[in-house]
T-cell receptor, first 112, second 112 residues
């Protein structure tokens, strides 16, 4: 089956690094994604990583993929109050349905 | 348009009535997805259209739900005989072969 799991809540202080973790079960995943959802808004694609990579960096964002453990993480450096949102991990499988399977989201709260 | 457009943005309906939700994907995007996000939950896949292929309806929760995509562009999600548990935000996303999925702002459906 396709399951994606995330912790529900993370609180950090402004300026600290945030690390949001995700585990998935589908070993045929081809792409893994991080989406951000601000209150009352749709989903914004932050970054994604192809399954044959183990790290991708994009400005303040670093994605780490451990394919053996099926573990994905998103690190946000120098976290700002504007980073407060819900972050969704998602995977796209390599076979069958090409839709994204999402985790339930991690609410990041950044305290000044 | 520049992004995925959904209408209406909010819909309040009485239990038992039918509703239609509309999605205008990004021009040229061949894939279109519908997801449902219940309060405090992750995204639940509903249906996926890819070009002229038969849609993947495996996520539709009951036969009260249906969707169509006319001319490979605009899509309509129809919920018949709405129930209170249908209250959620319905999100549409579109994707081309060379891009990742972009989401609309969603339609917030409230069944009273």
């Amino acid at each position: 089956g396709e399951d994606v799991e995330q912790s529900l809540f993370l609180s950090v202080r402004e300026g600290d690094s945030s690390v949001i973790n995700c585990t998935y079960t589908d070993s045929s995943s081809t792409y893994l994604y991080w989406y951000k959802q601000e209150p009352g808004a749709g989903l914004q694609l932050l970054t994604y990583i192809f399954s044959n990579m183990d790290m991708k960096q994009d400005q303040r964002l670093t994605v780490l993929l451990n394919k053996k453990d099926k573990h994905l993480s998103l690190r946000i450096a120098d976290t700002q109050t504007g980073d407060s949102a819900i972050y969704f991990c998602a995977q796209r499988g390599g076979t069958g349905r090409r839709a994204l399977t999402f985790g339930s989201g991690t609410r990041l709260q950044v305290q000044p | 348009g520049a992004g995925v457009s959904q209408s209406p943005s909010n819909k309040v309906t009485e239990k038992g009535k039918d509703v239609e939700l509309r999605c205008d994907p990004i021009s040229g995007h061949t894939a279109l997805y519908w997801y449902r996000q219940s309060l405090g939950q992750g995204l639940e896949f509903l249906i996926y259209f890819q070009g002229n292929s038969a849609p993947d309806k495996s996520g539709l929760p009951s036969d009260r739900f249906s969707a169509e995509r006319t001319g490979g562009s605009v899509s309509t999600l129809t919920i018949q005989r709405t129930q209170q548990e249908d209250s959620a935000v319905y999100l549409c996303a579109s994707r081309s072969k060379d891009t990742e999925a972009f989401f609309g702002q969603g339609t917030r459906l409230t069944v009273v």
